[in-house]
């Protein structure tokens, strides 16, 4: 089974067990983590390296369908092409087709892993504020918003999550770029 299915179970018994366990209140306090993750300048900056990383290939990959595309039309408008232009337009289009095939999958496994590099290390970062911030608060449960069916406002720390994490992780400001040449 997989932990998504557990997550839920796992905080209603911890509430349960909570509020059964002490006879003081239990402070509780919930967070969206993934919200408060991705709303972090480290998270913002690796997002705007990787658009900036992958960027070219992209850029190669809509060539190569704009080049398909013509092939395709070319095959389909022109009447008067020879038996060995249509042979070779579509030797081309196969060609095109097998390079675009290897960038879209190569743009795919390189954007999840640089994705997944940073969410481990970030994740794992987040874990550890959240952590802190309930200490600091005194408070006894934080639960992830994905399984609490209702919540105050104020018992909300996804914002205090991202500021607290922006505070004990600052991201250096990128260096400027360098003029360019005349």
């Known amino acids: 089974m997989s932990f998504r299915i557990f997550r839920p179970l796992m905080a209603c018994s911890a509430l349960f067990l909570a509020s059964h366990g002490a006879i003081a209140q239990t402070k509780v306090a919930v967070i969206s983590l993934q919200k408060a993750l991705f709303e972090t300048a480290e998270i913002k900056k690796a997002d705007a390296e990787m658009q900036v990383t992958l960027k070219p290939r992209q850029a190669q990959a809509e060539k190569l369908n704009q080049d398909l595309a013509a092939i395709q039309q070319k095959l389909q408008g022109d009447n008067t092409l020879t038996q060995q232009a249509q042979f070779e337009l579509n ?45 600091e608060k005194g ?44």
Do not use: C
Not at 108 to 125: C, G, I, P, Y
């Open 91 to 135: 030797a081309e289009g196969k060609r095109k087709q097998t390079e675009l095939t290897r960038i879209n999958e190569d743009l795919e496994a390189d954007a999840t892993a640089m994705r997944n590099s940073v969410l481990t290390k970030s994740t794992d970062r987040m874990q550890a504020v959240v952590k802190k911030l309930a200490e």
């Open 139 to 182: 408070l006894d449960l934080v639960v992830d918003t994905q399984v609490a069916l209702y919540f105050k406002p104020t018992m909300d720390l996804t914002t205090e999550a991202t500021a607290a994490y922006d505070k004990a992780y600052p991201v250096a400001a990128a260096a400027p770029a360098p003029p360019a040449k005349k």
